[in-house]
Every structure is written in C-alpha cells, then in structure tokens.
T-cell receptor, first 114, second 115 residues
Framework: KAGVTQTPRYLIKTRGQQVTLSCSPISGHRSVSWYQQTPGQGLQFLFEYFSETQRNKGNFPGRFSGRQFSNSRSEMNVSTLELGDSALYLC?????????????FGPGTRLLVL | AQSVTQLDSHVSVSEGTPVLLRCNYSSSYSPSLFWYVQHPNKGLQLLLKYTSAATLVKGINGFEAEFKKSETSFHLTKPSAHMSDAAEYFCVVNGASGGSYIPTFGRGTSLIVHP
C-alpha cells in the first residue's frame, strides 16, 4: 500500500499570503489529522477530520482551517501568513477516529514564511 | 487535561549498550500512550502503543515499553542499541474527554548512538 503523501514538500511564501497544503491518506483510511512541528513549540495537533467532518481541534487561531473530501483526501489552509507559521506541517491518517488509533505520518510539507 | 514530559532532551549511548528513554504523563482519563520515532527528513513512525491491555508492550526493532500507572510513566527501552536507532523519539498521550481528544506530544528525545 502506498503511504501518506503530502504536497508540496517545500513551500516559500511571504507574510500576508495564504497557503493550501494537501494530504492523501493511505487507501481505506478515513481519518486525517494535521500537526505543526517547530523547534520552539515541538509537535502540536491542529485538527482531525473524519468522514468529511472536523472531529477534534487543537488550540490554533482561526487562520488555520481544513477540509476533507469524500475520497478522504484533506487540505489545510493558512490565511494571512505570519513569520511564526514557518514550520514542518505533518499529516497523519488512520483507519478510524479514536484515541487508540495508530496514525501513519506523511513526510511533511516544510513551509517557510519570509 | 493531559500532558507528557520526556525527561531527557538528549540520550547518548554506545552501540550494543541498553537504551532507556524516559516519559512521564499526566491525564484525567484512561489514556492511550504511544512512542513514535522520527528519522531526519522523514515522517514519524509508530514504535509501539499501549491501549489498556498488557502493561508491557513490545514494538518494532526490539523496542519495548512498560506502562506504570502508579508512577505515571511509559519509559521506552531496548536491550542493545544499533547505529540505525539514532533518531528523535516522541512519547504521545491521548485521552478522550466527552468524545473529543487532542493528542499531546512530548518535546522529543534525541538518541545518539556512538560506534
């Protein structure tokens, strides 16, 4: 089975712009979660989508949003980019939604905001 | 509320010696606990998980962890380190409140393996 894929792998934007990141889960997985990884804050949970519905949400401002399509692919959008949004954004998929679910991570999208 | 503390930011061992990566957690619920490994420029990979079954959990690549509720710990061990074990390791706690949850990651422990 193909793993979780994320596009693009690298991205450079300027402050004030918006960005959309894409994640394709493992075939058959219905849950997609997004994480932000920075040297200062570590790995932080952004949100989870399951069957096209947001199930859980971390403590991030409304500039961070996402959606999931009927084929379970997910997109994450960040509007009005700030320098502090520079990070590695990781997507993870799992079969179902739940605290016991094993998540399978993609390689990440590295975003640099100038 | 929940939190996780990885007690060492760096651990350095010689190849062939035992590995111990320490993790303490705090949770108001009965959490699931995970250890993930991240190699440079790669995504995270699950090593093992505890989900309220056996307290001693065996994972991939010879790693294991023991859930100790009285000590609120979930330390990761391996009897003999290999050069390929050099990576960043994350302890994760995940407990539900009213059907919702936020996986909480530790800050990570960098494992350095010397020849």
């Amino acid at each position: 089975k193909a793993g979780v894929t994320q596009t693009p792998r690298y991205l450079i934007k300027t402050r004030g712009q918006q960005v959309t990141l894409s994640c394709s889960p493992i075939s058959g997985h219905r849950s997609v979660s997004w994480y932000q990884q920075t040297p200062g804050q570590g790995l932080q949970f952004l949100f989870e989508y399951f069957s096209e519905t947001q199930r859980n949400k971390g403590n991030f401002p409304g500039r961070f949003s996402g959606r999931q399509f009927s084929n379970s692919r997910s997109e994450m959008n960040v509007s009005t980019l700030e320098l502090g949004d520079s990070a590695l954004y990781l997507c993870a998929s799992s079969l179902y939604s739940g605290v016991q679910e094993t998540q399978y991570f993609g390689p990440g999208t590295r975003l640099l905001v100038l | 509320a929940q939190s996780v503390t990885q007690l060492d930011s760096h651990v350095s061992v010689s190849e062939g010696t035992p590995v111990l990566l320490r993790c303490n957690y705090s949770s108001s619920y009965s959490p699931s606990l995970f250890w993930y490994v991240q190699h440079p420029n790669k995504g995270l990979q699950l090593l093992l998980k505890y989900t309220s079954a056996a307290t001693l959990v065996k994972g991939i690549n010879g790693f294991e962890a023991e859930f100790k509720k009285s000590e609120t710990s979930f330390h990761l061990t391996k009897p003999s380190a290999h050069m390929s074990d050099a990576a960043e390791y994350f302890c994760v706690v995940n407990g539900a409140s009213g059907g919702s949850y936020i996986p909480t990651f530790g800050r990570g422990t960098s494992l350095i393996v010397h020849p």
